[in-house]
């Protein structure tokens, strides 16, 4: 399973680990992904992996 949201598609994004000498090691920044469970409109639920920023848009949202 990839590490991306649902429903808008973050995925992990890539920079530098920079130390103190100012070295540069690649890295990767991962989305904060929750598993939340849904009901569909036929009455199933069903678990999607969301990132927890749209969680927080979708309650601010309603």
């Known amino acids: 399973m990839a ?3 649902a429903i808008t ?3 992990p994004l890539s920079g530098n680990n920079v ?3 100012n070295n540069k090691t690649k890295r ?3 989305p904060n992904l929750r598993t ?3 009901t569909l409109e036929d009455g199933t639920t069903r678990k999607i992996r969301v990132a ?3 969680l927080r848009t979708m309650k601010k949202n309603g």
């Open 9 to 11: 598609g973050k995925g």
């Open 3 to 5: 590490r991306k949201c």
């Open 19 to 21: 130390s103190h000498a």
């Open 52 to 54: 927890a920023s749209t």
């Open 28 to 30: 990767r920044f991962l």
């Open 36 to 38: 939340v469970r849904i």
